[in-house]
């Protein structure tokens, strides 16, 4: 069924049986690569809350949960614009972290966070996201966990929004 998101209308993409399906496959592999690594999981707001408390109720050993946001604030310059990663008041100092993502469009979100993240010194760190955009993908990092590889269109629901709206809807919807 077509829904509309303010102005826009989308149709259903990816449902939430295959959602949920995936999901679980995912955390059973996060379980089997980090059981006994007392992993540090940084979910990146706002897009990953609901894709982070779905999945985290299916990984099974030991682990923390931290949220993370990157926040521009102009600097002294007008025309300096600044992403400071703010979120962790922990040292992630030797830790084993993995970074959740909702979506990985060009990529150039998590090249700035995974730089600023490195300053810190962790242990290992790698990324899983519910959604990739090969299409759109312009970086070199390597992504370690994918959910779904999807075209380069724009899809709301499960988090993601379209201008701070859709968010809560249960499955995932594209573009018309
Ligand atoms: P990137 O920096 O280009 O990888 O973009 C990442 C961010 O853009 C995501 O965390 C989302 O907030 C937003 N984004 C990219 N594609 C979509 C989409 O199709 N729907 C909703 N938000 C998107």
Same mark, same amino acid.
Request: glycine share 0%; hydrophobic share 45%.
């Given at each position: 069924m #077509? *829904?509309?998101v303010k102005d =826009?209308?989308?149709e259903p993409y990816i449902s939430q049986h295959l959602i949920n399906t995936r999901v *679980? /496959? =995912?955390?059973?592999? =996060? #379980? *089997?690569?980090?059981h006994d690594k007392n992993p540090l999981f940084l979910s990146v707001l706002n897009g990953s809350f609901m894709f982070t408390a779905d999945l985290m109720k299916s990984f099974l050993s030991p682990c923390e949960i931290s949220f993370i946001k990157l926040a521009s604030y102009s600097g002294l310059k007008s025309t300096e614009n600044v992403q400071e990663l703010i979120g962790i008041n /922990?040292?992630?100092d030797g830790k084993h972290i993995v970074i959740i993502e909702? *979506?990985?469009d060009t990529g150039l979100t998590l090249k700035n966070i995974l730089l600023q993240l490195k300053n810190q010194k962790p242990a290992s760190i790698k990324i899983m996201t519910l959604l990739f955009k090969p299409e759109a993908f312009k970086e070199t990092f390597e992504i370690d966990y994918v959910g779904f590889e999807i075209e380069n269109k724009f899809v709301v629901g499960y988090g =993601?929004?379209?201008d701070g709206n859709g968010r809560n809807l249960d499955q995932i919807y594209v573009l018309k």
């Open positions: #077509t *829904i509309k =826009l209308q989308f *679980i /496959e =995912l955390a059973n592999r =996060l #379980t *089997i690569d980090y /922990e040292n992630i909702d *979506i990985i =993601l929004d379209y």
